[in-house]
């Protein structure tokens, strides 16, 4: 990598940071806000921390149909979530999972002879809102159990390292390469991430909550897996998870910092 590409990769993950500052600050100021307003009320500012498991795929120029259910792939991650109110959550996330695609899984793109294989490490704040949650725990100590759908929006800066590879025969390499692959920077960079997503909480006891959640990734580019040039420019590529979550409060009700 060449001194100016080290140098536009840095402009970019700095232009993702200060944006991601941007969208965390709004719900900082809030949370102040509620705090000072509300003195009687500070147990709601729970904190939790959590894992993540579950399955990731993508679609884009690797992919006829959105999903190729074969090509899924174990997914993982953790996160720190702060209760602004007993309806509207922050967190902060990494997760990381691997992407693939292969045109054998097409029976208009196998005669291409594509593939590839790579994994998205992603850093994000999210926003949740659980309209039907209660309060984790009443004035009188008790704890109230609830289910609750939820929906969550969210910005951060990703990163990805696709490897793509034509596996057909030499004699049609220059009918379907346009250009050489791995194709020129776009095997290694960041880009803008921002999940938008579903799911359902399970505010299960005082300690403990799960979750069942999916959630789809734009991206703004069309190199996520390694083909533009070679492929359809015009087809954007996205990313997608679903699992389910483990987390626990750590504070208590009357003990919230």
């Keep these: 990598?060449?001194?100016?590409?080290?140098?536009?990769?840095?402009?970019?993950?700095?232009?993702?940071?200060?944006?991601?500052?941007?969208?965390?600050?709004?719900?900082?100021?809030?949370?102040?806000?509620l705090y000072r307003a509300q003195p009687f009320h500070r147990y709601l500012h729970y904190k939790e921390m959590g894992i993540m498991l579950g399955a990731t795929n993508y679609s884009g120029d690797i992919a006829e149909r959105d999903i190729e259910i074969n090509q899924t792939k174990l997914g993982f991650g953790f996160f720190f979530r702060y209760h602004i109110t007993q309806k509207l959550h922050v967190k902060?996330?990494?997760?990381?999972?691997?992407?693939?695609?292969?045109?054998?899984?097409?029976?208009?793109?196998?005669?291409?002879?594509?593939?590839?294989?790579?994994?998205?490490?992603?850093?994000?704040?999210?926003?949740?809102?659980?309209?039907?949650?209660?309060?984790?725990?009443?004035?009188?100590?008790?704890?109230?159990y609830y289910v609750s759908p939820f929906v969550f929006f969210g910005v951060g800066v990703a990163h990805s390292k696709p490897e793509?590879?034509?596996?057909?025969?030499?004699?049609?390499?220059?009918?379907?390469?346009?250009?050489?692959?791995?194709?020129?920077?776009?095997?290694?960079?960041?880009?803008?991430?921002?999940?938008?997503?579903?799911?359902v909480r399970i505010d299960h006891s005082e300690r403990l909550t799960f979750s069942v959640e999916g959630g789809w990734r734009p991206v703004y580019h069309d190199s996520l897996d390694g083909i533009k040039i070679n492929g359809n420019p015009k087809k954007g590529d996205w990313y997608y998870f679903m699992g389910i979550t483990a987390s626990y409060y750590f504070n208590e009700p009357w003990r919230p910092f």
């Design 1 to 33: 990598m060449n001194k100016n590409t080290v140098s536009e990769t840095a402009a970019q993950v700095r232009r993702y940071l200060i944006l991601l500052l941007f969208f965390v600050l709004p719900f900082g100021a809030y949370a102040q806000f």
């Design 92 to 144: 902060a996330q990494f997760y990381s999972g691997a992407i693939s695609g292969d045109d054998a899984n097409s029976p208009t793109l196998n005669v291409r002879k594509f593939r590839f294989y790579g994994r998205i490490n992603e850093l994000t704040a999210i926003g949740e809102w659980v309209p039907l949650a209660l309060e984790h725990v009443t004035i009188t100590g008790i704890h109230n």
């Design 164 to 199: 793509a590879e034509y596996y057909g025969p030499a004699s049609n390499r220059n009918l379907y390469l346009r250009t050489p692959l791995p194709e020129n920077n776009i095997e290694n960079r960041y880009f803008l991430s921002t999940p938008i997503g579903a799911g």
